[in-house]
């Protein structure tokens, strides 16, 4: 039944919106639409960050911390076709970025930590998580996690767990 809402849907929409959405995103995102975050203008202001974003006071390599909350309803087989494809193609656009995802994302995090240009991960909730399995998809990697929970790298560090330097807590 999904199979054929998703076939239905895919011939409504117009084939160039997707397009022109994802084209007017990048425009103002490169400082071209006003003076919001990402003008050319704000460079005057602040110093270039070259090659980074700023994510809740965090900064990381890339230019972009794409939002994966609903990915957490996912199969990792669902991520791998419904998301994949397009956080890959918002990390290509965007020289890499990071992925932020609230909630139980320990069955997905593997197939988004390996997408080329991932460069961070924000786990909001890893008590909701299996952390062994977040350590190995992203510190173990090279992958740096944000904004983590203090805590739960203090009792990673106290059972001898090598954090490799890749875990911000707040």
Same mark, same amino acid.
């Given at each position: 039944?999904?199979?054929?809402?998703?076939?239905?849907?895919?011939?409504?929409?117009?084939?160039?919106?997707?397009?022109?959405?994802?084209?007017?995103?990048?425009?103002? %995102?490169?400082?071209?639409?006003?003076?919001?975050?990402?003008?050319?203008?704000?460079?005057?202001?602040?110093?270039?960050?070259?090659?980074?974003?700023?994510?809740?006071?965090?900064?990381?390599?890339?230019?972009?911390?794409?939002?994966?909350?609903? %990915?957490?309803?996912? #199969?990792?087989?669902?991520?791998?076709?419904?998301?994949?494809?397009?956080?890959?193609?918002?990390?290509?656009?965007?020289?890499?970025?990071?992925?932020?995802?609230?909630?139980?994302?320990?069955?997905?995090?593997?197939?988004? %930590?390996?997408?080329?240009?991932?460069?961070?991960?924000?786990?909001?909730?890893?008590?909701?998580?299996?952390?062994?399995?977040?350590?190995? #998809?992203?510190?173990?990697?090279?992958?740096?996690?944000?904004?983590?929970?203090?805590?739960?790298?203090?009792?990673?560090?106290?059972?001898?767990?090598?954090?490799?330097?890749?875990?911000?807590?707040?």
């Amino acid at each position: 039944m999904i199979e054929q809402f998703l076939k239905d849907l895919e011939r409504r929409i117009d084939p160039g919106v997707e397009d022109s959405l994802f084209e007017q995103w990048r425009l103002f %995102a490169d400082g071209r639409l006003g003076e919001g975050i990402f003008s050319p203008q704000r460079s005057k202001r602040v110093p270039p960050l070259d090659g980074c974003a700023v994510h809740w006071s965090m900064l990381h390599r890339g230019r972009i911390m794409i939002r994966d909350d609903a %990915a957490t309803n996912l #199969s990792p087989a669902m991520f791998e076709e419904f998301v994949r494809p397009y956080d890959q193609r918002l990390l290509d656009t965007f020289a890499g970025g990071g992925i932020h995802f609230c909630g139980r994302g320990d069955h997905f995090i593997s197939h988004a %930590a390996r997408l080329p240009g991932v460069f961070a991960i924000n786990v909001t909730q890893p008590h909701l998580n299996d952390v062994e399995t977040i350590f190995e #998809s992203t510190i173990d990697r090279g992958v740096q996690l944000l904004g983590f929970d203090r805590q739960i790298a203090e009792q990673a560090l106290g059972r001898g767990r090598n954090l490799r330097g890749n875990v911000h807590c707040w």
